[in-house]
C-alpha cells in the first residue's frame, strides 16, 4: 500500500465567478498557485478526491429534521466557501440530514462557489424521510425514489458517491445491490459506498455485487476516534485488504475530544444521538481518561486538541480521508513518532496495532489518529 497520508501540498483557490456551461459558477483552481490540501485516490480507484472531506451534517435548517444545533443557510455558506478556497474538495451529505436541507445548502453552495467537474459530491440513502410505508430503507422502490429527490435538491445530474447510510435487515442484500448498480448504470452515480455495519455485512455485500457483476462498494464511511476504536479489529482490515477507501466519521466523537471533559455545548445538551455514543457509564471513566491525556499531548505541543485528535486518525492503518469542519488546516502537518500515541491503554476500548495483530493481555505496544472524513490510497 502506497502510504501518501503524511504528505501534504499547500494549496489556495481562485476567485469564483463566471457561469459555466453547467449552470455552476466558480473558476478553475488548476493554475499555478499551490494547494495545502494534497488530492489522492479513493480506495482502488481513479477518482481524485481532497485528503479531507468536508462531512455537511452541521449545515442545515435547524428547525427541520432532528438536529437543533445546525447552522442554516447563511452562515454554512460561509465555511463552505472557505474550504473551497483551502483547496478541499470532497463534500459529504445525506439525504436525512436536516429533513433534506443539508443537501438543498450544500448544492446550492457548491453551485455558487465551485466547478461541477472539479468537486467530488456525497450523499447517502437510508434514513427515515417521510412517514409511512417506504420512507425508509434501501428497498428498490425507496432507493430509487430517494435518489432522484437527492439530485434534485442538490441541484445536479449525478452524485459522485452514492452511499447507504446503513444495513437493512428488512431488504435483501440483493435487491439493494442491484438497484444500487441500475443507479450507477442510468449515470446518477459515479460510485458507491456504505457506511457502519458489521464487516461480515460490508463482505456479503461485495460478495453478492461479485457474483452477478453488479457494482461494488468502493468506500466505506465507519465510526472511528480515539473514543471509539472498534472498527480497528476487522473492517479497517478488511478495508485494507479489498482496496476499499475508508472515510471516518465523528473523528472528533461529536467535540468530545476538542475540549476538557466537564464543558458543556448547545450541541452536546440538544444531540441525542451523541449522548447514545458516549454517553455510557461504563466507559465514561476510560473516555475522561483518553480525553485528558489528548488535552495533555495539545498543551505540551501547544496545538488545539481538535489537531491532536485528527493527527491521529489521519494515521490509522487504511484511513483515506477524514471528515472536518474548518478553520484550522494544520492538522495535516502533524506527526507522531512511531512510538507514542495521544490513547491511554484502557480496557473498555479494544484496538490492532498497524499490522493489525492482536497485542497480548498486558503487552505495551502503542497504536497511532481528525471534525473531518479521512480516505485511503492502495
Not at 94 to 120: P, Q, T
Not at 236 to 245: A, R
Request: charged share 25%.
Amino acid at each position: 500500500m502506497s502510504d501518501t497520508r503524511n504528505t501534504v501540498c499547500a494549496f489556495n483557490a481562485r476567485p469564483y465567478g463566471a457561469v459555466g456551461k453547467d449552470g455552476w459558477q466558480g473558476e478553475s483552481r488548476r493554475d499555478n498557485r499551490r494547494y495545502a490540501v494534497q488530492q489522492v485516490r479513493l480506495g482502488n480507484t481513479g477518482l481524485e478526491v481532497s485528503q479531507i472531506c468536508l462531512g455537511c451534517m452541521s449545515y442545515g435548517e435547524p428547525d427541520q429534521g432532528t438536529h437543533p444545533w445546525s447552522l442554516p443557510e447563511e452562515p454554512s455558506r460561509t465555511f463552505i466557501k472557505r474550504v473551497l478556497e483551502l483547496g478541499i474538495t470532497f463534500f459529504d451529505t445525506a439525504n436525512v440530514y436536516s429533513a433534506g436541507s443539508s443537501e438543498e445548502i450544500v448544492g446550492k453552495a457548491l453551485r455558487d462557489f465551485a466547478r461541477r467537474d472539479e468537486i467530488v459530491l456525497a450523499t447517502k440513502v437510508h434514513g427515515r424521510m417521510h412517514d409511512g410505508p417506504n420512507g425508509a430503507g434501501l428497498s428498490r422502490k425507496a432507493i430509487l425514489s430517494e435518489i432522484d429527490q437527492s439530485l434534485r435538491r442538490l441541484g445536479t445530474d449525478f452524485i459522485d458517491l452514492y452511499q447507504i447510510h446503513r444495513w437493512d435487515p428488512h431488504t435483501p442484500i440483493e435487491e439493494t445491490m442491484e438497484t444500487l448498480h441500475e443507479v450507477v448504470k442510468a449515470g446518477k452515480a459515479r460510485y458507491l459506498g456504505a457506511s457502519s455495519m458489521w464487516a461480515w455485512q460490508f463482505s456479503k455485500a461485495q460478495h453478492v455485487a461479485d457474483a452477478h457483476g453488479w457494482t461494488r462498494f468502493v468506500s466505506m464511511q465507519n465510526h472511528l476516534n480515539l473514543l471509539h476504536r472498534e472498527e480497528q479489529r476487522e473492517m479497517l482490515p478488511l478495508c485494507v485488504d479489498q482496496g476499499v477507501g475508508v472515510i471516518p466519521w465523528s473523528p472528533l466523537a461529536r467535540g468530545k475530544l476538542t475540549r476538557p471533559w466537564e464543558i458543556e455545548t448547545t450541541r452536546s445538551g440538544t444531540d441525542a444521538f451523541g449522548k447514545s455514543l458516549y454517553g455510557s457509564d461504563a466507559t465514561a471513566e476510560a473516555d475522561r481518561a483518553v480525553v485528558q491525556r489528548v488535552a495533555a499531548v495539545a498543551e505540551g505541543r501547544g496545538v488545539p486538541m481538535a489537531q491532536v485528535a485528527l493527527a491521529w486518525v489521519s494515521q490509522v492503518p487504511g484511513v483515506t480521508a477524514r471528515s472536518w469542519v474548518p478553520p484550522s488546516l494544520s492538522i495535516l502537518t502533524t506527526r507522531w513518532p512511531p512510538r507514542i500515541s495521544p490513547s491511554p491503554r484502557t480496557r473498555s476500548r479494544s484496538w490492532r496495532s498497524p499490522t493489525y495483530r492482536t497485542p497480548r493481555p498486558g503487552s505495551a505496544d502503542q497504536p497511532d489518529e481528525a471534525s473531518s472524513r479521512l480516505i485511503t490510497r492502495r
